[in-house]
């Protein structure tokens, strides 16, 4: 299957604790983004990689929160000191296409379910 | 107000029967998707269009720049059309690109 990949699929944990999360993209794909959806709502955009350089960053990712992607291929989000709020699904989603242009379909991974007790 | 607004949130309907759902947007957008959600969360990509009309297998996707509102077309649907469907803009801003989503359509399909 050569298509986005997350890992875990599901993460249960304590309020507190920390996190991190896996994205694999598909491989001659140079953009990255992050999203996360809560329950009954459309996904909300987090952050987007461009190669190995984090180019946005929306509001809703707090301190606690943190996006990389060290070799522009796969990338890792944590979540420091979780908190219940933080319970959602992560989405992962990644497209080809260089700086400027524009129609870059995005692929979107199975997402990692998080539940903060 | 949402950027993006889809109609029906909710669509029940009989096997068979031709299925719209509606999108509408309130930003300058280089690209729609439409997505499909099933409910183990993944997301598939639909349709991507920035003008006219596609076409795949049931499926038809329109959409109106000039009126800013995308429709979803699904002709004899199937229990297995069952999911949420979701719109999502492409905003080309500052050198990057966002899509904005929409809350997403839940449709059941009944044999």
């Known amino acids: 299957d050569t298509g986005v990949s997350q890992d875990p699929r599901h993460k249960i944990t304590k309020r507190g604790q920390n996190v991190t999360f896996r994205c694999d993209p598909i491989s001659e794909h140079n953009r990255l983004y992050w999203y996360r959806q809560t329950l009954g709502q459309g996904p909300e955009f987090l952050t987007y990689?461009?190669?190995?350089?984090?180019?946005?960053k929306s509001r809703l990712l707090s301190d606690r929160f943190s996006a990389e992607r060290p070799k522009g291929s796969f990338s890792t989000l944590e979540i420091q000191r979780t908190e219940q709020g933080d319970s959602a699904m992560y989405l992962c989603?990644?497209?080809?296409?260089?700086?400027?242009?524009?129609?870059?379909?995005?692929?979107f991974g199975p997402g990692t379910r998080l539940t903060v007790l | 107000k949402n950027e993006v607004e889809q109609s029906p949130q909710n669509l029940t309907a009989q096997e068979g029967e031709f299925i719209t759902i509606n999108c509408s947007y309130s930003v300058g957008i280089s690209a729609l998707h439409w997505l499909q959600q099933h409910p183990g969360g993944g997301i598939v990509s639909l349709f991507m269009l920035s003008s006219g009309k596609k076409k795949h297998g049931r499926l038809i996707a329109t959409i109106n720049i000039q009126e800013k509102h995308s429709s979803l077309h699904i002709t004899a649907s199937h229990p297995r059309d069952s999911a949420v469907y979701i719109c999502?803009?492409?905003?080309?801003?500052?050198?990057?690109?966002?899509?904005?989503f929409g809350k997403g359509t839940k449709l059941t399909v009944n044999p």
């Open positions: 999502a803009v492409m905003r080309f801003q500052g050198g990057s690109e966002k899509l904005v």
């Open positions: 989603a990644s497209s080809s296409g260089t700086s400027g242009s524009i129609y870059n379909e995005q692929f």
């Open positions: 990689f461009q190669n190995e350089a984090q180019l946005e």
